[in-house]
C-alpha cells in the first residue's frame, strides 16, 4: 500500500473510530436539570427495600436483565420512568429517596414506594410504604437541602426547579388495594365507582397543587392503566366472558376521565405551569401482538399468592415478548413501549395536551 493511501486509511480509521464513540468524548447536558418521581411500585427503584413489607422486589428473578440485577424495581429490568430518564439524556438512574444520601439530589430524587395511594390508607395491608402524602413531605425535605446548594437563594431554586420535569404515576393501588378488597377496606361500601373516583381526586388535586407549592412548573400526571386485564384480576376475579375483569376497568376509567378533566382545570387556573395526561390506558390499548407481545394474560415469572415472582426461581426467557413480568407489573418490553409513547406520541390520544417531550420544551 502505498504510504499516502496508508495515512489515509488511518485518518479515516480514526474518524470512524471518534464518530463511533462520540457520546463517550462530549455527552450533551440532560434536557432537564433535574427529574423528581413520585409513585408506586411501577415507579419505585427501591424505597421499599428498607420498609417492613411484602411490597418488595430486591431479590431474583426480578432485576435479571437489569445492569445491577435486583434494585428493588418490580420488573425484570428498566422501569418506564427509567427509561422516560435515559430518553431526558440523564447518564445515571435517578436516585431513590431512601439512597439519597450516596447521591447528587441536584439531578433529582425518585420517592415513588410500593403499595403507595392517593390515599394514606391505602396499601397497609401489605406493610410499611410510603404514600403520596409522605413523598410530597419528604420531597420538601429534599428541597429544603436544595436552596442552600444555590447559595439561599429562594429566587435561585425557584427558577431551577421550574425547568425540572415532575412525573407522578399513582391511583392504582386505591383500587387493588383498597376499593377492590371490601373484607379490609370500607370504600366500596361507601361509594360507587363515579363517586369514588371523584373522592380519590378531590384528595389528588390537593396534592398536586401542594407540589406546584414547592416550585414543580412541568408536571406529567399518569393515567391507571387497564388494571382489570392483569393476570391478578384475571386469576381472582369473574370475567363473564370478557378477556379481562370489565368491572375494574370501568372504574378505572372514570378516574382517568376526572383526571384528564383536572390537567384542564390546572392549566387554566394555574398559568405559570403546565400540566400533562399520560393517557396509559389508551397506549396500551391497541393491538399488542403487533408490537411484538405474544403473550398479554399470564406472568412472565412464577407468582406466588397472585402477587410477587417466587425467589430465585427462572422466569421465561422469551421475555420481550411477555407484556407482564409478574401478576401486577410490566415487563421491561412493556415499559419501554409506554415511556416511549409517552416521551414521543404517536397517537393523539396518547397525551393531553403535550407528550413529554413538548413539555420540557414549554
Known amino acids: 500500500m502505498a ?23 462530549c455527552k450533551a447536558k440532560p434536557r432537564v436539570p433535574c427529574y423528581f418521581i413520585f409513585g408506586d411500585s411501577l415507579a419505585d427503584n427501591g424505597n421499599n427495600n428498607v420498609l417492613p413489607t411484602l411490597a418488595r422486589a430486591n431479590f431474583p428473578p426480578y432485576g435479571i436483565d437489569f445492569p445491577t440485577g435486583a434494585t428493588g424495581r418490580f420488573s425484570n429490568g428498566r422501569t418506564a420512568f427509567d427509561i422516560i430518564g435515559e430518553l431526558l439524556g ?4 435517578i436516585p431513590p429517596f431512601t439512597g439519597v444520601w450516596t447521591s447528587d439530589i441536584m439531578s433529582g ?3 415513588a414506594s410500593a403499595a403507595a395511594g392517593i390515599l394514606d390508607q391505602t396499601g397497609i395491608d401489605v406493610g410499611g410504604h410510603f404514600s403520596m402524602n409522605m413523598q410530597l413531605f419528604f420531597h420538601q425535605f429534599i428541597i429544603s437541602h436544595i436552596i442552600p446548594r444555590l447559595g439561599n437563594n429562594n429566587q435561585s431554586a425557584g427558577d431551577y426547579l421550574s425547568k425540572c420535569l415532575y412525573v407522578v404515576n399513582i391511583g392504582s393501588n386505591d383500587y387493588i388495594r383498597n376499593y377492590f378488597v371490601p373484607l379490609l377496606y370500607p370504600t366500596s361500601h361507601l361509594f360507587t365507582p363515579k363517586k369514588f373516583a371523584a373522592f380519590l ?8 397543587r401542594a407540589l406546584h407549592e414547592c416550585g414543580a412548573r412541568k408536571i406529567a400526571l399518569f393515567g391507571l392503566g387497564s388494571i382489570g386485564c392483569t393476570p391478578n384480576a384475571i386469576a381472582t376475579y369473574k370475567r363473564y ?15 382517568n376521565d376526572d383526571l384528564k378533566l383536572l390537567v384542564y382545570q390546572l392549566n387554566k387556573q394555574i398559568p405559570d ?8 390506558s389508551g397506549i396500551t390499548s391497541g393491538n399488542l401482538s403487533a408490537q411484538g407481545f405474544k403473550v ?19 422466569p421465561c426467557k422469551n421475555r420481550s415478548e411477555y407484556w407482564f413480568w409478574d401478576d401486577f407489573h410490566p415487563t421491561e418490553a412493556t415499559n419501554r413501549f409506554v415511556a416511549e409513547r409517552s416521551y414521543l406520541a404517536v397517537n393523539s390520544t396518547d397525551v393531553y395536551p403535550y407528550d413529554i417531550s413538548h413539555l420540557i420544551s414549554l
Open 273 to 280: 405551569s403546565k400540566f400533562t395526561f399520560i393517557n396509559v
Open 241 to 255: 366472558g370478557s378477556p379481562c375483569v370489565e368491572k375494574m376497568n370501568r372504574a378505572v376509567k372514570f378516574f
Open 201 to 208: 381526586i378531590h384528595h389528588y388535586s390537593r396534592q398536586i
Open 296 to 314: 398479554i394474560d399470564a406472568p412472565c415469572c412464577q407468582a406466588i399468592a397472585n402477587f410477587s415472582c417466587i425467589p430465585y426461581t427462572s
Open 109 to 111: 430524587v425518585n420517592y
Open 90 to 93: 440523564f447518564d445515571n438512574f
Open 3 to 25: 504510504p499516502e493511501a496508508k495515512i489515509w486509511c488511518n485518518i479515516v480509521f480514526v474518524l470512524l473510530f471518534v464518530i463511533s464513540n462520540f457520546q463517550y468524548f
